[in-house]
């Protein structure tokens, strides 16, 4: 069964330094791995999807780069700023699984200005 | 604009009733989805939907029924055998499975 993870659980940066963020599953047999943002008490926004076949996305500041040999995913916020706190959680879908999305629980992160 | 509304935001459930969360989406996605989240923890799927008139029991179904009649919705019963309701409950909907899901804001649900 695979299993996401998200280290570490709670992240504070100050405003202007570049945020990392992990992501690791146990299956490599995956479709595609995406990233979203969750404001407290709010849905999730999609903000990159990677394909298995892909490497890394990009979208503005944000970049987010795929090994799946490795089991690793990683997005990068460049220059962070206040509007970049919120909960960032990544999701696989397996390659048997019909957009089946596996969650890992999230990185809380706070920028303080 | 097109997007997914879920109601009600809050609901409070008694002992031993049955309460009915909504999904609309006007996107014309064909795939729609209910996930359960807790505190600390990321999202666990509970039903799926591939098309109209046909679902799947998600990784935690026990306890919950939903209906697929029509394209544009997808209700969730949390039933008096679900013996720990209280969560955030979101729906998602897709094009079709493997592509970008988009999400409602969710309802809490709590025991009163």
């Known amino acids: 069964k695979q299993e996401v993870t998200q280290i570490p659980a709670a992240l504070s940066v100050p405003e202007g330094e570049n945020l990392v963020l992990n992501c690791s599953f146990t299956d490599s047999a995956i479709y595609n791995l995406q990233w979203f943002r969750q404001d407290p008490g709010k849905g999730l926004t999609s903000l990159l999807l990677i394909q298995s076949s892909q490497r890394e996305q990009t979208s503005g500041r944000l970049n987010a780069s795929l090994d799946k040999s490795s089991g690793r995913s990683t997005l990068y916020i460049a220059a962070s700023q206040p509007g970049d706190s919120a909960t960032y959680l990544c999701?696989?879908?397996?390659?048997?699984?019909?957009?089946?999305?596996?969650f890992g629980a999230g990185t809380q992160v706070v920028v303080t200005p | 604009d097109g997007g997914i509304t879920q109601s009600p935001k809050y609901l409070f459930r008694k002992e031993g009733q049955n309460v009915t969360l909504s999904c609309e989406q006007n996107?014309?996605?064909?795939?729609m989805y209910w996930y359960r989240q807790d505190p600390g923890q990321g999202l666990r799927l509970i039903y799926y939907?591939?098309?109209?008139?046909?679902?799947q029991k998600g990784d935690i179904a026990e306890g919950y029924s939903v209906s697929r009649e029509k394209k544009e919705s997808f209700p969730l019963t949390v039933t008096s055998a679900q013996k720990n309701p209280t969560a955030f409950y979101l729906c998602a909907s897709s094009s079709e499975g493997n592509q970008p899901q988009h999400f409602g804001d969710g309802t809490r649900l709590s025991i009163l």
């Open positions: 996107l014309n996605h064909d795939a």
């Open positions: 939907s591939q098309i109209v008139n046909d679902f």
């Open positions: 999701a696989v879908s397996g390659t048997d699984s019909w957009g089946k999305l596996q």
